[in-house]
C-alpha cells in the first residue's frame, strides 16, 4: 500500500513538472508559423506633432527584433511585413501636490501595428491597437529620458506581440 502510494505521488510529480516545463518551452519558442524566417519592418508613420517619435520608435522595435532573434530583417522577399502608426501621444498630469502643483506627469503612446504573413497571405495582427503608458516626476527624470523609457517599453511590447502573434 505504500509503495503504491509514494509511485501515485512520483506519477503526480513527474505530471506537474512536465506541465510546467511544456508551458517554459512554448512561452520561450512563440507562436509564429514555422515557415516565417524573414521580416521587413517598414518604416513606421506618426499622425502625432511629437517630431521624430515614430523613427525612435522604428529603431528601438528594430533593436528589439534583431535581439530577440526568430526573425531576420530583411529588405527584399520577405516572409512577412511589420507596419505601424502612431496615432496618439499624450502628456498629462498624474498627481499633484497638497498646494495643487504637477508632481507627475503620464506619458502614453498609442499606436496601431500590422503583421502580415506574406507566404500564407494572412494577418498575423490586423491594425491591432498598442498603447503603453508610464509615469514621471520631472523632479527626478528629464521629459526626454522619460519619453524614451515609454518609447523602449512600446517597442518592447510590439515585438512580444508579434513574436507571440497576439
Known amino acids: ?20 516545463t511544456a508551458g517554459c518551452a512554448y512561452g520561450i519558442k512563440g ?4 515557415h516565417l524566417s524573414t ?10 506633432q511629437e517630431y521624430g517619435l515614430e523613427q525612435e520608435l522604428n529603431s ?3 533593436e528589439e527584433m534583431v535581439s530577440e532573434g526568430r ?3 530583411v ?22 501636490s ?11 503612446l498609442r499606436a496601431s501595428m500590422s503583421f502580415t504573413d506574406l507566404v500564407a497571405d494572412e494577418a498575423i495582427l490586423a ?4 498603447s503603453e503608458w508610464i509615469v514621471y516626476d520631472p523632479a527626478r527624470e528629464e521629459y526626454s529620458a522619460a519619453k524614451r523609457r515609454l518609447l523602449v517599453q512600446t517597442a518592447d511590447e510590439m515585438a512580444r506581440m508579434c513574436i507571440s502573434g497576439w
Do not use: K
Open 98 to 108: 497638497s498646494s495643487e502643483q504637477i508632481e507627475e506627469y503620464r506619458l502614453e
Open 1 to 20: 500500500m505504500a509503495a503504491s502510494a509514494i509511485r501515485t505521488g512520483v506519477s503526480i510529480a513527474l505530471l506537474a513538472l512536465a506541465s510546467v
Open 60 to 62: 528601438l522595435f528594430v
Open 71 to 73: 526573425l531576420s530583417i
Open 39 to 48: 521580416v521587413r519592418i517598414t518604416p513606421f508613420r506618426s499622425s502625432v
Open 127 to 130: 491594425n491591432e491597437p498598442v
Open 31 to 34: 507562436s509564429l508559423p514555422a
Open 75 to 96: 529588405t527584399a522577399s520577405p516572409d512577412a511585413v511589420i507596419e505601424c502608426t502612431i496615432t496618439g501621444f499624450f502628456r498629462t498630469p498624474y498627481s499633484y
